[in-house]
C-alpha cells in the first residue's frame, strides 16, 4: 500500500541549529514533492516544491533534498528561530504533473527551543 | 490580494443534520480542492475540481457527503446527514497549478 511516513513525535532543536525532517514514501512514483508549514489554528501554507529530477532546492534558510532512489525528501532548516516552531507536512503528487490533488504526511511537529 | 475564503469557521450542529461549507478560491486559479484534517488520519483529500469539473472525488467518504462548484468562483462541500465521526478542520485549497493555497479551514462539530 502507499505510505508517506514523517516522524510522528516532537522533534526539539536548540535555537541557531540545523532542523532536518524527514519524509520517507513507498509505492509512489512523484512528479513532485512540496513541504507545507501548518501553524495551530490555520491552513497549511506551501514552502518548497521540488521535481523528481531535481536533488535540492533552497529558499532562504530553508533546504529539501530528494533522492528517489532512497524514496526520501529531506527539509533542512538552519540557524532555527522559535518562529520556525510549526508542524511541517510534506506531500506528494503521484502522477505525470498537472493539478492534481496532493497526498500528505501526518507531518512532524518542530519546536525550536530558545 | 484576498486568499482562500470559507464560511463558516466554526460549525457545530447535532447528528443528522444537513452542514454546508462554503469557500470562494483565488481568483484565476482553475483548480480547488476539499481535503479533511482529523489527529487520526492527518489530512485527507476529499475531491477537486478542474475549470469547476469534478476531477477526482474518490476520497469522499461516503454518499452523504457531496461537492459542488457552481462557477469559478464558489464551492459547497455538504454532509446530509451529519454524523459525529465527520468532526474535523475541513480545508479549502486552491492552485493555478503548483503550489496549492489552502484557506483558514472549517472546524466542523457534530454533536
Known amino acids: 500500500s502507499q505510505k508517506i511516513e514523517q516522524n510522528s513525535e516532537a522533534l526539539n532543536i536548540q535555537e541557531g541549529k540545523t532542523a532536518t525532517l524527514t519524509c520517507n514514501y513507498t509505492n509512489y512514483s512523484p512528479a513532485y514533492l512540496q513541504w507545507y508549514r501548518q501553524d495551530p489554528g490555520r491552513g497549511p501554507v506551501f514552502l518548497l516544491l521540488?521535481?523528481?529530477?531535481?536533488k535540492e532546492k533552497r529558499k532562504e534558510r530553508l533546504k529539501v533534498t530528494f533522492d528517489t532512489t532512497l524514496k526520501q525528501s529531506l527539509f533542512h532548516i538552519t540557524a532555527s528561530q522559535p518562529a520556525d516552531s510549526a508542524t511541517y507536512l510534506c506531500?506528494?503528487?503521484?502522477?505525470?504533473?498537472?493539478?492534481?490533488?496532493?497526498?500528505f504526511g501526518k507531518g512532524t511537529h518542530l519546536i525550536i527551543q530558545p | 490580494d484576498a486568499g482562500v475564503i470559507q464560511s463558516p469557521r466554526h460549525e457545530v450542529t447535532e447528528m443528522g443534520q444537513e452542514v454546508t461549507l462554503r469557500c470562494k478560491p483565488i481568483s484565476g486559479h482553475n483548480s480547488l480542492f476539499w481535503y479533511r484534517q482529523t489527529m487520526m488520519r492527518g489530512l485527507e483529500l476529499l475531491i477537486y475540481f478542474n475549470n469547476n469539473v469534478p476531477i477526482d472525488d474518490s476520497g469522499m467518504p461516503e454518499d452523504r457527503f457531496s461537492a459542488k462548484m457552481p462557477n469559478a468562483s464558489f464551492s459547497t462541500l455538504k454532509i446530509q446527514p451529519s454524523e459525529p465521526r465527520d468532526s474535523a478542520v475541513y480545508f479549502c485549497?486552491?492552485?493555478?497549478?503548483?503550489?496549492?493555497?489552502f484557506g483558514p479551514g472549517t472546524r466542523l462539530t457534530v454533536l
Open positions: 485549497a486552491s492552485s493555478p497549478g503548483q503550489p496549492q493555497f
Open positions: 506531500a506528494l503528487i503521484n502522477s505525470g504533473g498537472g493539478a492534481d490533488g496532493l497526498t
Open positions: 521540488i521535481r523528481e529530477n531535481e
